[in-house]
């Protein structure tokens, strides 16, 4: 009777502790982190100025990140395979010194694009087959080419600024999707998202991205072809870094050479923020997703405050290095809370 | 017999990096000087060596940090906080001795250094991520500082704007400086312990650290040298231009990291020396000099250093590779 009793007892306990353990588990989750911050954001913004909680102003917010975010999504898949690259910014601007003089010579909306394209591709083709062919760091080598991509772009124009555009080349950076108050550019970040979340997540080609991130040495001995997948990563960067130049040079409508200057930080703020360790072989796209939304409402409050963007660029690198060092941190807690439950687990159970 | 000792020698000295720069400036400075005479003339040689001198010295820090298998991206932020601070006291308090401000910013500039090391050696933050954020951190608090103003020629006082440029024995107190910093870590990373135990984590930490070495005291230390010796150059630089500008010294991580790397500085860590860091800047210095008598733009500086840099760090990988093939080759006998 007292041992039913002793029993029951210890299982409840056992219970009550396995939940409190599962939502210790969820609440370090550090997408949940991520979600529950950006509620705060938006809780402290709304309670401060009467225009942040505003449908209107909350979508045009989204002008002002939505590139960025959009060229977080592959350089997901290059810090996962622990890599870098920091000339994503002068790709973009080499891009759009394409698009510019192409305007200028009175190219029209679709070549436009392909031109903006293939140079981006290109340039990421040269950054993947530059690191893995003569197996040079990753950080050196887009440390070079960030000065040569960019000392083309100025070579080329010098101070001169590309104004002049073909009608109708303004609707992929700033209208909105005809009869709704959605900008297109959110739209299409938002479809992006899912297609690489579903690669990622969902395909082989994203559990090879994870398997090189933990270990590129044992990933290649699983008949992993480590090195072209690191080429497609950089590669698909640059793809997307002509994108980003099409809808940056559209919303701004000049390109002079110094356009997207610091966009290499806030970009791999957005990956590292998000959760992608940095060492690669972890994080999600749903966590880059809540990070660049995050980072994008965070700046938009602080400018409806009037915060200067020196003090945003300030918020922005202490994000970068809180964002690194908290999970570390948590890690840390973690394991010594495992140590603590071997420690108190009562023997025979 | 005697000839083949000499060719041995001559092989073994052009497989240093240094005889190959040295070969090198003097292929590059014979046509310059044909095509244009005056590019070699005593004044001139002045001149690039005194525009080189404030970037020997960061790139002297910058080598330690890449020795030890990092990288410093904040040295730009950390010469304009440390020069506008040294700007902003001259400008408020011109009885301050010239001298003096260049303590101040040598002080400034280890302060700051040791942030990025305590988050490197303590936080365990890769050196990229760390610098890449007190980059903006730093220059950030430069505009704070500054209020976004600068200061002028006609702000500053006539002693610490002289201070670059009083010669002794014929050459600028800043580039006595530049010689002093030079030998000074000359003697540190060939003689101290401190400066063989950064060779050592950056050839192989693992086993430096089985042999003693305090890893995470070194990776401080080479963040604090850094620090210390951009907020030097910050002091110079203020003094130098007669200006205190925010933007100042914006994207000289690269000419540092050119610097380095073309003195033969290797990225995986643990190769180098001062003496090849000294002669890289050197070349970068006659190259930036003789663009415009090739009728270069200076529009295309960024374009070629970025071309040098690629070259320089392809070389290095090349020479490493053969040489890491030579030894197993030899292994086996």
Redesign the interface.
């Known amino acids: 009777m007292s041992e039913k009793k002793q029993f029951v007892a210890q299982s409840r306990l056992i219970d009550e502790l396995s939940l409190k353990n599962r939502i210790i588990e969820l609440v370090t989750k550090w997408e949940v982190i991520l979600s529950f911050l950006f509620v705060l954001v938006f809780v402290f913004f709304s309670n401060m100025t009467p225009y942040f909680l505003d449908w209107y102003n909350l979508m045009n917010a989204s002008f002002q990140f939505s590139e960025k975010a959009i060229m977080a999504l592959p350089m997901i898949f290059i810090i996962m395979c622990g890599d870098i690259d920091i000339s994503i910014a002068s790709i973009i601007a080499l891009c759009a010194y394409v698009i510019g003089i192409s305007a200028e010579a009175g190219a029209n909306i679709p070549s436009l694009i392909v031109v903006s394209l293939i140079v981006g591709t290109i340039a990421g083709l040269i950054n993947g087959l530059l690191i893995t062919g003569l197996e040079m760091p990753a950080i050196a080598v887009t440390l070079a080419t960030q000065s040569i991509y960019r000392g083309i772009a100025t070579g080329m124009l010098g101070e001169h600024a590309c104004t002049k555009y073909p009608e109708g080349f303004g609707f992929f950076g700033q209208e909105f999707i005809s009869g709704t108050t959605i900008p297109f550019e959110l739209v299409l970040y938002l479809g992006l998202m899912l297609i690489f979340a579903f690669v990622l997540h969902k395909t082989s080609y994203g559990r090879r991205l994870y398997a090189i991130g933990n270990s590129a040495e044992a990933a290649r001995f699983s008949g992993i072809n480590v090195k072209r997948t690191r080429v497609i990563n950089y590669t698909l960067t640059g793809l997307f870094c002509g994108f980003t130049a099409v809808l940056l040079a559209s919303r701004i409508l000049s390109v002079r050479s110094n356009i997207a200057t610091g966009w290499d930080l806030e970009i791999i703020t957005l990956v590292v923020l998000g959760g992608v360790a940095i060492t690669g072989g972890r994080g999600s796209v749903f966590g880059v997703f809540i990070g660049s939304l995050l980072v994008g409402y965070l700046k938009f409050g602080m400018g409806l405050l009037k915060f200067s963007g020196t003090v945003m660029t300030i918020v922005i690198g202490s994000l970068l290095i809180t964002a690194v060092l908290l999970p570390r941190l948590l890690d840390i807690y973690k394991a010594n809370r495992k140590l603590k439950m071997q420690h108190a687990r009562p023997g025979g159970l | 017999m005697a000839d083949t000792s000499f060719s041995q020698f001559v092989k073994r000295t052009l497989a240093r990096r240094e005889a190959t720069l040295m070969l090198l400036l003097v292929v590059l400075l014979v046509p310059i000087s044909i095509r244009s005479p005056q590019f070699l003339s005593p004044n001139n040689i002045n001149t690039i060596l005194n525009d080189m001198a404030i970037l020997v010295i960061v790139a002297i820090g910058e080598f330690y940090v890449i020795l030890s298998n990092g990288?410093d991206l904040s040295v730009g932020s950390i010469i304009a906080f440390s020069g506008m601070a040294c700007g902003m006291i001259n400008e408020s308090y011109p009885q301050v001795p010239a001298g003096l401000l260049l303590l101040v910013g040598l002080a400034v500039g280890a302060l700051l250094g040791l942030i990025n090391g305590v988050?490197v050696a303590y936080?365990?933050?890769?050196p990229?991520?760390?610098t890449?954020?007190?980059?903006?951190?730093f220059?950030?608090?430069t505009?704070?500082l500054s209020k976004?103003t600068w200061v002028t020629a006609h702000e500053m006082s006539p002693g610490y704007i002289a201070l670059p440029r009083t010669t002794f024995l014929g050459l600028s107190y800043l580039l006595w400086i530049a010689l002093l910093v030079i030998a000074l870590f000359y003697y540190f990373s060939r003689y101290t312990r401190t400066g063989r135990e950064i060779y050592a984590i950056g050839g192989n930490p693992t086993a430096a650290k089985y042999v003693g070495v305090n890893e995470s005291r070194v990776r401080l230390v080479v963040f604090l040298v850094s620090g210390t010796l951009c907020g030097l150059a910050g002091a110079l630089w203020t003094a130098r231009y007669a200006s205190a500008v925010n933007e100042m010294a914006t994207g000289f991580e690269?000419q540092a990291?050119a610097a380095c790397?073309l003195g033969g500085v290797n990225?995986?860590g643990g190769a180098g020396g001062i003496i090849g860091v000294a002669l890289g800047t050197l070349f970068l210095g006659v190259v930036t000099n003789a663009l415009p008598v090739i009728y270069l733009?200076v529009?295309?500086?960024?374009?070629?250093?970025?071309?040098i840099?690629?070259i320089a760090?392809?070389l290095n990988?090349?020479s490493d590779?053969r040489k890491t093939r030579k030894l197993l080759a030899q292994r086996r006998g």
């Not at chain 2, 936080?123 to 890769?126: E, F, L, R, T």
């Not at chain 2, 529009?299 to 071309?307: A, E, H, I, M």
């Open positions: 990288i988050l936080g365990k933050i890769p990229i991520i760390t890449l954020g007190t980059m903006s951190i220059r950030g608090m505009f704070l976004g690269m990291v790397v990225f995986s733009s529009f295309w500086q960024t374009f070629v250093q970025g071309l840099v690629l760090l392809a990988t090349i590779q």
